[in-house]
C-alpha cells in the first residue's frame, strides 16, 4: 500500500467516524469527505432540489426535520457546477445528498422503500442520470451511501418500459463494522490529474466498480480461507485426522460467523459489538491465558444458546464475571443445529487446543485503518439477503454457503486456484448467482400460478410475479383485483409445496421464501389479512418448503440460512429471547439428509411406492394427525411430548401401514383376475372353454403379473425396512404427508443438480476412495432408480429394460428424471444445468423422454453470461411441467427455445416472458 492510499484510507475512516457521532455539523463534515476525495464541494449547501412536483409518496418520504436537502453538494470531473444555484452548465458526476424520515425500527433506521422512492423520482427526471445518492436518517447518525445501477435501458426504452434501477449501499452507523466501508468507498476518489477532466460516465464507471458486492465477497473469501486453512493446520499438528480437522475448523468459524450475525440483531446482552467486548473481556480478566477456546467460547456454544436448564450452569463458572454469566444465560434460546454438541465435538476433545493467538487473528480490534482490524471484525454483518434490485456492500448470510460451497471439499492449504476449481467440478459444487436464483424461482410460481389459474391469465400472473419496483407491484395488484384473481392466488400460495432436492445451502430455498413472503404479503392485503412478516415467513417454511442434500454440512447450513432469514424480521421483547421454546424452529424434518437419486435396501429399491391404490381413511386420518404432529414439532410447542425420534418412528409406522395396504389391494387384484381368467363358458357341443381368450386374455394375464411383482416388490421392502435399524433417507417415508396425502407429489420442484462427470460418479455417502467396480455397481443403481421412477416408459411389461440411460450420463442427467418423479400431476419443473444434455449424441436418452413425456415450457440459453463463473459450463434454465404416464403424450407439444442476447436481470420483467410466449416458430 503506497503512502497515498494509506491517506484516503485514514481520511475515510476519520470522516465516517464523525458522520456516525451523536453531534457535530454534519455538512462541514460531508463537504470534509468528498474534499479529500477529490470532488468540488459547495462553500455552502445551495438551495434544495425543486421536489413541488415530485409524487406524494417521494415527497412523503423526505425528513423535514434537517434544515437542509434534498441538495446537490458537490460534483465530479469535467461538469461546470453553478456554486449558488447548484445547477450544471453541463453534466458531471453529482453527490446529492437526501435526509430521510425516521425508519421504523432501530434495526432498520434508514426505509429502503423510500430510498428507491427517491432514486426513482431523481433518474425519472433524467438531470441527474451519474450521481451518488447519500442518504441520512433525521438525527444525521446513520447514512447509506448508494450507487445507481441502470439495469435497463436501450431494450427498455425500445420497448417504452420503465427504468429500473440496481441499488447498492454502503451503510455507515453507529453499530456498523467500518472495515468494508472504508475500503470500498476509498476507491470512488479521484486521481488528482483527473479530478476536473473525468466524464460523469468515467466517474461512475469507478463508483459501480467501488460498490460491486462481488469484490467484496471476493476479499471476505481469500481471508475466510487463509483463517480456515490456518486453523486446520493447527488442529493436524495436533490431531492426525484430516478429515476430521476440516470439518472441526468449518464449524467452529461457522458458529463464530453466526454470533456475528445475531448480534446485529442485539439478541445478546442488548450488543451490537458482544463478541468483541466478550474477547476484551476474557483479556481483561485472564490476561490472555490460552483459555478463551475452552473455557468462554464452548459455555457460549452449548450452553447460552440452549435451553434455560442448560443456560443456568453458567452460572457455576466463577471465572467469569457476572455481568458477562448473566449476558450468556439470558442470550437468546436458539434451537440445536449449528449449536447442538454432535460427534465432531466429541471426537478427539481433549486431545487439541486453540490458542488466543488464533482468536486474536479474528477479533482483535485497532484503530489503525491500514494495518485493519482482525477478520471478523473487519466486515460488516448484516442479515438480510439481497434481491435483484437491491443489494448492500457488506457479508450476508448468503456468504456463509458459498464459503461451504467452495471449501467443503478443498483439504490443502496452499492450493491454486486451477487447483480449487478442479477439486469443486469433482463434487459438482457450483453457485447459482442471486439473478438467477430468482429468475427460476419466478419462472416456476408463474407456471404453477398458470396452471391452476388458468391461461387466460397468463399476462397478469406475469405481471403479478415479476412485478419488482413499488409501482410496478401497485399496478398489477390492482389489475389483479380488478379481475378478482386474489382470493385464489392468496389459497394457491399458501398451499404450494417447494422441494430442491439437492439444496446446498439453501440458495433456493431462501429465494423462494423471499419471493412468496413479498406475493403472501400483497394477498392478504387483498384478502383481508395482516400478518406480521416474521410470521408469514415461519409459515412459508413450516408449510411450503423441503430440501434434501446427500451432504450433512449442507443440510445444517441450509438451516442455518433460513433461521437468519426469519431472524430479519424477527422483532421479539427482551423476556421472550429467553422462554420455554426455542426462538427458531426446528427443521430437522424439513431439510432431509441423504441421496436423492438411490434409496436401497440389501438391493431393495425404496423409493417411488406411491401408487393410484386407494388407502384407507385410517391411516388417512393418521396422515393428517402426523401432518398436524411434524407442524408441532416444527414449532417447537410440546416439546417434552413429541420429538424428533418419535416422529421419524412415526413416519415408519404409516409408510409400513401403506405398503401393506397396497399389497391387500394388489392381493385383491390378483384375485379378481384370476377369477375372470377362470370363468368358463360351454360350447354348442357341450365343452367348456375360457370365457376370456386372444388379447383380452393376454391383458389379464399382464396386468396380473404387474400386480403380483408389485406386491413381491412391497413385501421385500416391509422386510428390508425391518432388518435395519436406521433407514437410509427415502422420499416416500420421511415426506410421507406429500407422497400418500392428497397431492400426491411437490407442486414445484427447482434447483441446480450437482454438475459430477460420469467418470466421476460414486456413491457421494462412501467418503473413501471407492474403486472401479463401486463406482460401477453405483452407477448401476443410478439406472435402476430411473426405471422405477418411469416403469411405463423404461420398462417392458415383462420387466426388462426397454430404453437404458447411456453410460456417459453426468450425474445431473439422473437428477433430472428423478425431480420431474417427485411432481404432482399439476407440478412445474424447473433446473439450471450444464447444457450438454442438448447434444444429441450425448443426451439422446433425455431428450427422448422429454420429448416424449414432458411438457417442455422453455429452455432459456444465455449468450450474455454463464451461470457459473467458476466452471468450464455452459448452462441452460429448463422450465417444464409434470411428466406425464402415458406413453407419448407429450409429442404434439410446443417447445420454446430461448436464446437470450441480454443479460438475466432484464428477462425479469413481464413483457419479456409474454414476449417468449407469444414467440413463434423461426422460419
Not at 443479460?903 to 422460419?923: K, N, Q
Request: proline share 5%; glycine share 6%; hydrophobic share 40%.
Amino acid at each position: 500500500m503506497d503512502h497515498d492510499d494509506r491517506r484516503v484510507l485514514e481520511h475515510v475512516q476519520r470522516q465516517f467516524e464523525l458522520l456516525r457521532r451523536p453531534d457535530g455539523d454534519k455538512r462541514r463534515v460531508l463537504a470534509d469527505l468528498f474534499t479529500g476525495l477529490n470532488y468540488r464541494v459547495l462553500p455552502h449547501f445551495p438551495p434544495p432540489i425543486a421536489n413541488n412536483e415530485w409524487s406524494e409518496a417521494a415527497r412523503e418520504a423526505i425528513s423535514d426535520e434537517t434544515p437542509y436537502g434534498p441538495a446537490i453538494i458537490a460534483e465530479g470531473g469535467g461538469g461546470t457546477l453553478n456554486l449558488e444555484s447548484g445547477e450544471s452548465a453541463q453534466p458531471g458526476f453529482k453527490i446529492i445528498y437526501v435526509p430521510l424520515r425516521k425508519g421504523e425500527t432501530q434495526a432498520a433506521p434508514l426505509r429502503l422503500t423510500d430510498e428507491r422512492i427517491v432514486v426513482d423520482q431523481l433518474m425519472r427526471e433524467g438531470r441527474h442520470p451519474e450521481a451518488l445518492i447519500v442518504f441520512s436518517d433525521p438525527q444525521q447518525q446513520y447514512w447509506h451511501f448508494v450507487n445507481i445501477r441502470r439495469i435497463t435501458q436501450a431494450e427498455a426504452e425500445h420497448r417504452n418500459l420503465k427504468k429500473r434501477h440496481l441499488l447498492r449501499r454502503i451503510a455507515v452507523g453507529p453499530e456498523d463494522k467500518l472495515g468494508t466501508a472504508i475500503r470500498q468507498f476509498a476507491q470512488i476518489a479521484l486521481p488528482t490529474d483527473q479530478a476536473d477532466s473525468a466524464t460523469a460516465q468515467q466517474i461512475q464507471e469507478r463508483h459501480n466498480e467501488a460498490f460491486n458486492v462481488e469484490q467484496v465477497t471476493r476479499d471476505f473469501f481469500a481471508g475466510f480461507k487463509d483463517q480456515f486453512f490456518t486453523l486446520e493446520r493447527r488442529l493436524l499438528d495436533q490431531v492426525d485426522d484430516r478429515e476430521w480437522a476440516h470439518d472441526y475448523a468449518l464449524r467452529l468459524l461457522s458458529r463464530l460467523m453466526f454470533i456475528y450475525f445475531i448480534q446485529r440483531k442485539r439478541w445478546i446482552n442488548d450488543d451490537p459489538d458482544f463478541m468483541t467486548h466478550y474477547w476484551h473481556t476474557y483479556l481483561r480478566v485472564t490476561g490472555g491465558n490460552d483459555t478463551f477456546f475452552e473455557d468462554w467460547l464452548k459455555p457460549l456454544f452449548f450452553s447460552a444458546f440452549q435451553d434455560s436448564a442448560t443456560a443456568s450452569q453458567i452460572l457455576r463458572l466463577d471465572y467469569m464475571p457476572q455481568d458477562i454469566k448473566d449476558a450468556l444465560r439470558n442470550a437468546p434460546y436458539l434451537n440445536g443445529g449449528l449449536f447442538a454438541k454432535i460427534k465432531l465435538d466429541a471426537d478427539h476433545e481433549g486431545a487439541f487446543r486453540v490458542e488466543d493467538s488464533y482468536f486474536d487473528e479474528l477479533l482483535h480490534t485497532t484503530e489503525d485503518a491500514a494495518q485493519g482490524p482482525g477478520f471478523l471484525e473487519r466486515y460488516n454483518f448484516t442479515i438480510s439477503e439481497d434481491s435483484p434490485l437491491d443489494q448492500e456492500v457488506a457479508v450476508d448470510p448468503e456468504m456463509i454457503g458459498r464459503v461451504y460451497e467452495s471449501l467443503v471439499n478443498i483439504s490443502e492449504p496452499g492450493t491454486d486456484t486451477a487447483e480449487d476449481r478442479s477439486k469443486q467440478r469433482e463434487a459438482g459444487i457450483f453457485y447459482t448467482p442471486r439473478t438467477e436464483i430468482d429468475l427460476m424461482c419466478r419462472l416456476a410460481l408463474s407456471d404453477y400460478l398458470r396452471t391452476h389459474v388458468g391461461g387466460e391469465h397468463r399476462d397478469l400472473i406475469y405481471q403479478v410475479i415479476f412485478s419488482l419496483e413499488p409501482d410496478e407491484k401497485r399496478e398489477a395488484d390492482q389489475e389483479a383485483a380488478a379481475h378478482d384473481l386474489w382470493p385464489r392466488i392468496a389459497e394457491l400460495l399458501e398451499r404450494v409445496t417447494v422441494v430442491d432436492p439437492a439444496c446446498g445451502s439453501g440458495s433456493f430455498l431462501v429465494g423462494m421464501m423471499n419471493i412468496l413472503a413479498d406475493l403472501r404479503m400483497r394477498s392478504d392485503d387483498y384478502v383481508g389479512r395482516n400478518p406480521t412478516l416474521y410470521a408469514l415467513n415461519r409459515e412459508i417454511v413450516r408449510t411450503s418448503l423441503y430440501g434434501v442434500d446427500v451432504m450433512d454440512w449442507a443440510c445444517h447450513v441450509a438451516e442455518l440460512r433460513l433461521w437468519l432469514q426469519l431472524m430479519i424480521h424477527a422483532d421479539p421483547q427482551p423476556g421472550e429471547l429467553r422462554g420455554p421454546r426455542p426462538l427458531l424452529p426446528n427443521l430437522s424434518l424439513k431439510i432431509r439428509q441423504g441421496d436423492s437419486l438411490v434409496q436401497e435396501l440389501g438391493g431393495v429399491n425404496l423409493a417411488h411406492l406411491q401408487s393410484a391404490v386407494e388407502i384407507s381413511q385410517s391411516t388417512k386420518s393418521d396422515l393428517r394427525r402426523l401432518r398436524v404432529d411434524k407442524l408441532s414439532f416444527y414449532d417447537a410447542a410440546n416439546q417434552n411430548h413429541i420429538q424428533e425420534a418419535a416422529l421419524r418412528a412415526q413416519e415408519q409406522n404409516i409408510f409400513l401401514r401403506i405398503c401393506a395396504e397396497k399389497r391387500r389391494k394388489l392381493q385383491e387384484q390378483i384375485e379378481d383376475i384370476d377369477g375372470q381368467l377362470a370363468l368358463t363358458n360351454r360350447t354348442l357341443m357341450g365343452e367348456e372353454q375360457a370365457a376370456v381368450n386372444g388379447s383380452d386374455r393376454r391383458r389379464l394375464e399382464a396386468r396380473r403379473a404387474e400386480c403380483e411383482a408389485q406386491a413381491e416388490r412391497l413385501e421385500e421392502v416391509r422386510l428390508a425396512i425391518g432388518r435395519q435399524e436406521q433407514l437410509p433417507f427415502i422420499w416416500d417415508l420421511a415426506f410421507v404427508e406429500i407422497f400418500s396425502g392428497d397431492s400426491h407429489g411437490f407442486d414445484i420442484v427447482i434447483g441446480n443438480p450437482p454438475y459430477v462427470r460420469q467418470e466421476k460418479i460414486a456413491d457421494p455417502q462412501v467418503k473413501r476412495e471407492q474403486s472401479r467396480d463401486e463406482r460401477g455397481l453405483y452407477k448401476q443403481k443410478l439406472q435402476r432408480s430411473v426405471h422405477a421412477a418411469f416403469p411405463e416408459y423404461f420398462l417392458t411389461e415383462s420387466g426388462r429394460p426397454r430404453v437404458t440411460i447411456g453410460a456417459r450420463s453426468d450425474l445431473y442427467i439422473y437428477f433430472y428424471f428423478h425431480a420431474l418423479s417427485l411432481l404432482n400431476p399439476q407440478g412445474a419443473f424447473c433446473f439450471v444445468t450444464s447444457n450438454s444434455w442438448l447434444d444429441v449424441g450425448y443426451g439422446k436418452e433425455l431428450q427422448e423422454f422429454l420429448a416424449r413425456q414432458v411438457p417442455i415450457h422453455m429452455i432459456i440459453d444465455n449468450q450474455v453470461k454463464r451461470s457459473f463463473a467458476n466452471a468450464d459450463v455452459n448452462t441452460v434454465i429448463a422450465l417444464f411441467g409434470a411428466a406425464r404416464r402415458e406413453r407419448d403424450a407429450c409429442l404434439d407439444h410446443t417447445a420454446r427455445f430461448v436464446m437470450a442476447q441480454v443479460p438475466f436481470e432484464l428477462l425479469l420483467h413481464p413483457v419479456f416472458m409474454s414476449e417468449i410466449d407469444d414467440a413463434t416458430e423461426r422460419a
